[in-house]
């Protein structure tokens, strides 16, 4: 079945370092979505892309999607407390169904 | 942005109990809603895609006997873990998706804040 790898698992940084995690697929995706789980919450919808090679910016958060649509990346400029949480990407398998990532946890140290 | 609940958010149970969740969308009609599972420090796992009046499509080694999923109308999805044990402790998810029509056509999903359960 579809297999969506993340990298890396964990990620502990300094408090304004940059921060970024890698989402790559077994097979070509017509999209890839981003979510944010903060500890003991639930997922929370970032970003939606859809085009070969696409550059999404949210604030500090900056989002790719590869040009053969089989990756993509999260980029955090400058992290703050606030971004700590499970970084999960989501890619859509068939009409309905969304298969999650395996996930990159940041801590940020103060 | 829309909110679904869930009910309860966290339930204790004996071995061999039956545990009924309930998942909510509060603002929208949701034509497709979606149950996972979580274990700690883990990925969401997608057990089941549920669609309003219609019969519940489960993953591969997803029990559909154990796990009972009923979408009665677009509002409303239960997930009943049927004579539950100690491996069925998990964090439970539902998801809910409007129709691509209504949210310009980005299939985002809606989580609820889940449900904790521990099988004593």
């Known amino acids: 079945g579809q297999q969506v790898m993340q990298i890396p698992q964990y990620q502990h940084v300094q408090e304004g370092e940059d921060f970024t995690t890698y989402c790559n697929s077994s097979?070509?995706?017509?999209?890839i979505q981003w979510y944010k789980q903060r500890p003991g919450g639930h997922p929370v919808f970032l970003i939606q892309?859809?085009?070969?090679?696409e550059v999404k910016k949210q604030k500090r958060l900056t989002f790719q999607f590869g040009e053969a649509k089989k990756n993509s990346s999260l980029h955090i400029t400058a992290t703050q407390t606030t971004d700590v949480g499970t970084y999960f990407c989501?890619?859509?398998?068939?009409?309905?169904?969304?298969?999650f990532g395996t996930g990159t946890r940041l801590k940020v140290l103060a | 942005g829309a909110v679904v609940s869930q009910h309860p958010s966290r339930v204790i149970c004996k071995s061999g109990t039956s545990v009924k969740i309930e998942c909510r969308s509060l603002?929208?009609?949701?034509?497709?809603m979606f149950w996972y599972r979580q274990f700690p420090k883990q990925s969401l796992m997608l057990m089941a895609t549920?669609?309003?009046?219609?019969?519940?499509?489960?993953e591969q080694g997803v029990e559909k006997d154990k796990f009972l999923i009923n979408h009665a109308s677009l509002t409303l999805s239960t997930l009943t873990v049927t004579s539950a044990h100690p491996e069925d402790s998990s964090f439970y998810i539902c998801?809910?998706?409007?129709?691509?029509?209504?949210?310009?056509?980005?299939?985002?999903?809606?989580f609820g804040p889940g449900t904790r359960l521990t099988v004593l």
């Open positions: 603002d929208f009609q949701a034509t497709t």
């Open positions: 892309l859809v085009k070969s090679g």
């Open positions: 998801s809910a998706r409007d129709s691509p029509q209504t949210s310009g056509g980005i299939k985002e999903q809606f």
């Open positions: 549920s669609n309003e009046g219609s019969k519940a499509t489960y």
């Open positions: 989501a890619v859509t398998s068939g009409t309905y169904k969304y298969i």
């Open positions: 097979t070509t995706l017509s999209n």
